[in-house]
């Protein structure tokens, strides 16, 4: 069952205004990198089911999570059917993102009142996304639409709550065009937690890396 509501949820998304991503097999790395990320300020975290037997590494970190970092909200990415978002919820997924807009798993998220992002690419998208219950939809890929296609969203709907993932980086620049643009957050990936940072375990970097985004984000929030 997950440790915070769907609202929590969506108030932490928009009160942190990113949230970092990544995956990777090896469970002690894993732990290494949420602790990193929470130390960094850091208070979400997606982990993107993208290998074999990833739902049993996320299940080892969230119990890390849940005794160690109790404020760090952990959830799932990537996932492409019902019977995952299913499976992630049962081992404690506090949050779904998709890569698509997938009405089964709107149904078994809002079931168990589980906050889902779905992947949107379009007007009509993201207000189909809206009326099955989507209070912030996922901009994917991120940098294939930019910030001028959040502003054309944004007029007719200024309701709606955009988080763009995929070319989106930690920078001033970057950051500065897509809350100036409207988003209420943003996934960030590999700009983020790199695959250097993974290989060679620069922990001290990730948790600079983090600090650094917290704190432009937070300039930027109070313009």
Known sequence: ???????????????????????????????????????????????????????????????FAIKYLPEMILGVGSVTDAAAASLYMQLGANFVVTPVLREDIAIVCNRRKVLWSAGCGSLTEIAKAEELGCEIVKLFPGGTY?????????????????????GVSNTYENLKSWFDAGVTCVGLGSNLIS?????????????????????IIKSLKEK
């Open 195 to 215: 695959n250097d940072i993974l290989k060679n375990k620069d922990f001290d970097l990730l948790r600079t890396k983090i600090a650094d985004t917290v704190e």
């Open 1 to 63: 069952m997950s440790q915070f509501s769907r609202i929590e949820v969506a108030q932490a998304m928009k009160n942190t205004g990113f949230i970092p991503l990544f995956f990777h097999s090896d469970i002690e790395l894993g732990k290494n990198i949420l602790k990193t990320c929470y130390e960094g300020g850091a208070r979400l975290l997606e982990f993107t089911s993208r290998g074999d037997f990833a739902h049993e590494v996320f299940a080892e970190l969230n119990k």
């Open 146 to 166: 930019g910030p001028d296609f959040v502003k054309a969203i944004k007029a007719p709907q200024p309701w709606t709550s955009i988080m763009p993932t995929g």
